[in-house]
């Protein structure tokens, strides 16, 4: 029997190895809070050394496929637009992108790949502001909230805000574009599987951009490329699609939430770094 406003169900999450030390803790845990307190993420109930209690919410997680729906898609945008307007009390230089980068190579130091510099220039030169991001958006860490599915609107809810950092905008949008192409429940190894054909098209990512632009007004059948200007998002987005990790058979590699100074989490193997999608 509850008590007061006390919830009848929660959710209990305990810390793995992707959080190490005092210092991911307390962002973690005031992230959390700020997020649940601007109905970005579940709400916050209690938190303690090993983890934390969070609002249970019936949900189930969104598949591949539902990315590609427009709808979905329209909302996703809306929500990382949101995202990257906030203003958080954290460290407001882009360190995490290239902390991950760094972190990848030294696991894969055997292969022969062009240096670090080359990319960090590339990277650094090109225009895309550093907002707060989420860093991982793909449909494992998209709710689609069960008793919203019929709705037009407000369906979904980010979870999951271990990489959550200021970066590069153009990264959080580059990344999820290439989450498309990605299948997280392919039943042999190495578990997941990279279908290049179901890269978003020009006509996709300009939904997804007007959205991001004018998440309130712009319906998806709306936007058409000239509508974005020069200052549409997409133009930034190259700076997500220019790296990314495809592992081979042997590697299945996760950075550790706070980089530097976390102890890395590779189970083991090797990979390969190729450029995916460069142009849009």
């Given at each position: 029997r509850s008590v007061r406003d006390e919830p009848r169900a929660v959710l209990l999450r305990v810390y793995g190895a992707i959080l190490q030390g005092l210092d991911s803790l307390v962002l973690q845990s005031v992230m959390f809070a700020v997020l649940a307190e601007r109905a970005l993420g579940p709400r916050l109930f209690g938190?303690?050394?090993?983890?934390?209690?969070?609002?249970?919410?019936?949900?189930?997680?969104?598949?591949?496929?539902?990315?590609?729906?427009?709808?979905?898609?329209?909302?996703?945008?809306?929500?990382?637009?949101?995202?990257?307007?906030?203003?958080?009390?954290?460290?407001?230089?882009?360190?995490?992108?290239?902390?991950?980068?760094?972190?990848?190579?030294?696991?894969?130091?055997?292969?022969?790949?062009?240096?670090?510099?080359i990319h960090r220039d590339l990277l650094e030169s090109t225009p895309s502001p550093v907002v707060f991001c989420h860093n991982d958006v793909q449909e494992g860490n998209i709710l689609l909230l069960a008793e919203r599915e019929a709705s037009s609107s407000d369906k979904l809810m980010l979870i999951d805000f271990e990489y959550s950092s200021y970066n590069y905008r153009g990264f959080d949008i580059g990344n999820h574009f290439c989450e498309w192409t990605y299948d997280y429940t392919h039943h042999s190894w190495p578990f997941f599987k990279a279908i290049p054909e179901n890269y978003p098209s020009r006509e996709q990512q300009v939904g997804l951009g007007g959205h991001w632009l004018h998440p309130r007004s712009v319906g998806w059948g709306s936007m058409r490329p000239t509508a974005l200007g020069s200052h549409q998002p997409l133009q930034h987005a190259r700076l997500g699609e220019r790296w990314k990790l495809l592992p081979g058979k042997e590697l299945r590699a996760k950075p550790p939430a706070s980089l530097p100074g976390s102890a890395p989490v590779l189970q083991q193997g090797r990979g390969r770094i190729v450029p995916l999608h460069w142009a849009l």
């Open positions: 938190v303690f050394p090993e983890g934390r209690l969070e609002q249970y919410i019936p949900s189930r997680r969104l598949r591949t496929e539902d990315l590609r729906d427009p709808d979905i898609s329209g909302e996703i945008a809306v929500k990382m637009s949101r995202f990257h307007r906030m203003v958080m009390p954290f460290n407001k230089e882009p360190k995490w992108l290239f902390g991950t980068m760094e972190w990848y190579l030294e696991q894969i130091s055997e292969l022969t790949v062009l240096p670090i510099g």
